[in-house]
Structure formats: structure tokens, C-alpha cells
């Protein structure tokens, strides 16, 4: 099992919609998750902390399930320029040393 | 927020070229910054693990003679693509993220190597 795994999609939506993607993590013991988002052929940006209580950020709402190990994005009211990839980021301290680890990513591609 | 810097973002050259690439940390010290391969359409591959003052930690299939780490202080680490192929051919990227722990990964820009 990959240790986090994302759909990739692609996931066409018109505008106005709303979206989510789930990413799933295998190790338990970590501790911090992100969503970034990549455009093409750029570096990836830090798009929102995830925290167990969940978050929301404008359209943007991230939600950690610890007991089932995953972790969600939803976007409301989709944008153009929401398009990209999504990539779940899951990082991981042990003893000392910490590991992040990246999903693949969901290719959104929101349609007019 | 957090920058970080990579640099040169572009590069051309012959094969056989030995490249080096430059992350720094400009408005924080990062005792750990992580490198990254992508290639087209794919997903972010860590290189290695760049530690400030010790050696790199790579990642099982990549061969630290070729790909040289440096992380001499606090605010840079760099990355050498030694005796670059046509292969070696990739979009670079670096990560750093505050001292502390559990905090997200900031990006440089990226540095889009071709080996031609």
C-alpha cells in the first residue's frame, strides 16, 4: 500500500460546482497534513493546513479523519482558476528525523 | 510567508556539464530542506534529505555521488547534478520549512534542468 494515495483524476466540473477529493495515509503516526496546489509546470504552493477540528478558508474546507486515516479538500463554488493539481501532503517525525511525503495528486479542471 | 528562493530557475546545457543548484531560505533558518524531482505529469519525487552540517539522507534509488548535496548553514543547501545526461533532464525543486517541526513545506520556484 502506498503510503498516501490520491485519485488522480482528472475531475471535469462545470463552473459554480462543488468538489471534494479524499487522500488516504497509511502510517498512523503522522502528524501534520497539507493541501498544496500545483499548476502546471510550477512549484507547488501551500494551499491550507488541515487540522483535526477541520478548516475552512473561503471556498476551501479541509477535514482530517484520523480513525479512517484520511484526509479531505472541498471546494465550493469552483472557479477556472481552481484548476490544477491538488496534491495531499502528509508529513511525519520520527525519532528526530521527519519525512514528508507526497500524494500524486487530483487533477482538477473546472469547465466553463 | 516564508520564502524561499531556488536558483537559476532555467538551465541549458551539454551533456557531461556538471550543474549546481541553489536553495536558500531567506526569511528563516531551516536545519532540514528536502529536494525533489518531478517529471512531466507526474508526481514530486524526494531526492534527499538535506541536514545542515551532516550528511544528506537519499532516498533508496538515488545515487549520492551523482547528485551531490551541500548544506553548509542554516539558509542554503545546494544540489549538484554531476556529469549531467540527457537522462538527468527534470524539473528540481526544493522545500525548506521552519525550525520546530509539523510545519508545512515552503517551495522554491523550481529550476527546470535540460541536458541536451
Known amino acids: 500500500r502506498k503510503e498516501v494515495e490520491q485519485d488522480p483524476g482528472p475531475f471535469n466540473v462545470p463552473e459554480g460546482a462543488t468538489v471534494a477529493f479524499n487522500c488516504t495515509y497509511s502510517?498512523?503516526?503522522?502528524?501534520?497534513f497539507f493541501w498544496y496546489r500545483q499548476d502546471c509546470r510550477k512549484e507547488p504552493k501551500l494551499l491550507m493546513s488541515?487540522?483535526?477540528s477541520g478548516n475552512e478558508d473561503g471556498r476551501f474546507t479541509a477535514q482530517l479523519n484520523r480513525a479512517s486515516q484520511y484526509i479531505s479538500l472541498l471546494i465550493r463554488d469552483s472557479k477556472l482558476s481552481d484548476s490544477a493539481t491538488y496534491l495531499c501532503?502528509?508529513?511525519?517525525?520520527?525519532?528526530?528525523?521527519?519525512?514528508?511525503?507526497f500524494g500524486i495528486g487530483t487533477k482538477l479542471q473546472v469547465i466553463p | 510567508g516564508a520564502v524561499v528562493s531556488q536558483h537559476p530557475s532555467r538551465v541549458i546545457c551539454k551533456s557531461g556539464t556538471s550543474v549546481k543548484i541553489e536553495c536558500r531560505s531567506l526569511?528563516?533558518?531551516?536545519?532540514?530542506m528536502f529536494w525533489y524531482r518531478q517529471f512531466p505529469k507526474k508526481s514530486l519525487m524526494l531526492m534527499a534529505t538535506?541536514?545542515?552540517?551532516?550528511?544528506?539522507?537519499?532516498e533508496q534509488g538515488v545515487e549520492k555521488d551523482k547528485f551531490l548535496i551541500n548544506h553548509a548553514s542554516l539558509t542554503l543547501s545546494t544540489l549538484t547534478v554531476t556529469s549531467a545526461h540527457p537522462e538527468d533532464s527534470s524539473f528540481y525543486i526544493c522545500?525548506?520549512?521552519?525550525?520546530?517541526?509539523?510545519?508545512?513545506?515552503?517551495f522554491g520556484d523550481g529550476t527546470r534542468l535540460s541536458i541536451l
Open positions: 501532503v502528509v508529513l511525519t517525525n520520527s525519532g528526530g528525523y521527519q519525512k514528508v511525503t
Open positions: 522545500s525548506a520549512s521552519y525550525q520546530g517541526g509539523n510545519q508545512p513545506q515552503h
Open positions: 488541515v487540522y483535526s
Open positions: 526569511d528563516f533558518q531551516a536545519t532540514t
Open positions: 502510517n498512523s503516526a503522522s502528524q501534520s
Open positions: 538535506s541536514n545542515e552540517g551532516s550528511k544528506a539522507t537519499y
